[in-house]
């Protein structure tokens, strides 16, 4: 699969769409959404810091990289294997993906640098850290209960999830129940590696204090749900920073509650793809969903 190629762990400026990322403009991406046990600090230099302590997960992209990619790659960082004064140093880790684990390459802080490190990554996600402490308004793909908007509108929330409101398909990914609550689960993106697979949504144009409102709601502070950025087609056209959330800890898909069930039917009907909509019903099915109208 990744023949002549080497697996490199991205987290902060190669990121795509970061200031460093024409280095990899020849490379493979392989996932997304890939992490790894670590802890990130911003340097304050305009980049972030990964050091290989701690049980938290750091969030980032996974490329095959070709071996000239990887001395520049070297170079960046500040790495020559076997030199006692480099800033970085590159190391093999398992790196976790939706589908599985992969061992790649990841430019880890020298011990030395250390000791400068004080200031700890909001989500341990640079982009995420970026946008959260710079933004004004910011487009978001929801793909299950948030495109229903009755319980937004409990929450005194309707008038900025009304003002621009269209929809999305966000591809490479399936939609899935994997977060496991008393009374059932709830909804999850899942990258794939079938370039057919897509999810599709519904998409607003939120001020910050929506924003605010879907933290809560996704329970990002208490570890159901993290941010992250996606690609999303758009009346055709490719967006790049569209917010999402997914699953942080994803088990296995089991049915989710009746209520659950009806407010992702209640925000899809007539507004997503009539294909679409019939593979929702068809997926809350297999799970031993029993509460389906299908003439509703």
């Known amino acids: 699969m990744f023949e002549h190629s080497s697996v490199v762990f991205v987290y902060g400026t190669l990121r795509e769409g970061d200031s ?16 790894v046990r670590g802890s990130l600090y911003d340097t304050g230099n305009g980049y972030p810091a990964y050091i ?3 049980e938290k997960w750091v969030y980032g ?6 071996p000239w990619t990887l001395k520049q790659l070297d170079r960046l960082e500040g790495y020559s294997e076997g030199r006692p004064d480099n800033l970085y140093n590159r190391v093999k880790l398992p790196i976790e993906t939706d589908i599985g684990i992969i061992e790649g390459w990841i430019y880890t802080l020298d011990h030395q640098h250390e000791i400068s490190l004080t200031n700890e ?3 341990q996600d640079w982009r995420v850290h970026q946008w959260f402490n710079n933004f004004t308004e910011v487009k978001y793909f929801a793909y299950g209960s948030c495109m229903d908007t009755e319980r937004i509108e409990k929450a005194g929330m309707l008038t900025p999830f009304s003002q621009r409101v269209e929809t999305g398909k966000l591809t490479g990914y399936s939609m899935c129940y994997t ?11 899942v990258e794939t590696e079938d370039p057919s697979s897509s999810v599709e949504g519904i998409i607003y144009t939120l001020p910050k204090e929506a924003i605010d409102y879907l933290f809560s709601r996704e329970g990002v502070f208490t570890g159901s749900y993290r941010a992250t950025f996606v690609k999303v087609e758009i009346n055709g056209v490719l967006h790049q920073d569209v917010l999402t959330f997914t699953v942080i800890n994803k088990q ?21 793809s009539d294909n679409y909509y ?11 969903y029993d509460h389906i109208d299908r003439d509703d």
């Open 20 to 35: 460093n990322y024409h280095y990899l403009k020849n490379s493979v991406k392989l996932f997304n959404q890939a992490r």
């Open 52 to 54: 290989e302590k701690g």
């Open 61 to 66: 992209e996974l490329y095959a990289v070709s």
């Open 121 to 123: 990554i909001h989500f």
């Open 179 to 189: 977060l496991h609550r008393e009374d059932g689960s709830r909804a999850d993106i």
């Open 252 to 272: 296995a898909e089991t049915c989710p509650p009746r209520h659950y069930g009806e407010e992702i039917l209640r925000g899809a009907k007539g507004r997503l």
């Open 278 to 288: 019939e593979q929702l019903l068809t997926k809350l099915a297999s799970l031993g």
